[in-house]
Nanobody, 123 residues
Framework: VQLVESGGGMVQAGGSLRLSCAASGSTFSINDMGWYRQAPGKQRELVAVITKTGGSTNYADSVKGRFTISRDNAKNTMYLQMNSLKPEDTAVYYC?????????????????WGQGTQVTVSS
């Protein structure tokens, strides 16, 4: 399963961005999905996760109340609405998905990462 992020860019503090993560492949079923970010010189950290049906979400304390994660299973796409952005939100944002896929070898689990999209927030 391949994941492609989009929607990153440069914005001033207080602004908003909406990230998208589109999944593609042959035959698959996605369970949990999540957004992670990695700032220069820092480890990759969890930003938000969402369950298969979207009924449960969790956020890092640093983004609670400002970011909203959602997904559209019909489109195999996940979103991250980011409001009230701060300079400390500057990072490369990655999407992650895990689930089950059908390959030539049969049915197996997958855990995929996107290539990342840069978000830069200026003060």
């Amino acid at each position: 399963v391949q994941l492609v992020e989009s929607g990153g860019g440069m914005v001033q503090a207080g602004g908003s961005l909406r990230l998208s993560c589109a999944a593609s492949g042959s035959t698959f079923s996605i369970n949990d999905m999540g957004w992670y970010r990695q700032a220069p010189g820092k480890q990759r950290e969890l930003v938000a996760v969402i369950t298969k049906t979207g009924g449960s979400t969790n956020y890092a304390d640093s983004v609670k109340g400002r970011f909203t994660i959602s997904r559209d299973n019909a489109k195999n796409t996940m979103y991250l609405q980011m409001n009230s952005l701060k300079p400390e939100d500057t990072a490369v944002y990655y999407c992650n998905a895990e689930g089950v896929e059908v390959t030539r070898r049969g049915i197996g689990a997958f855990n995929s990462w996107g290539q990342g999209t840069q978000v830069t927030v200026s003060s």
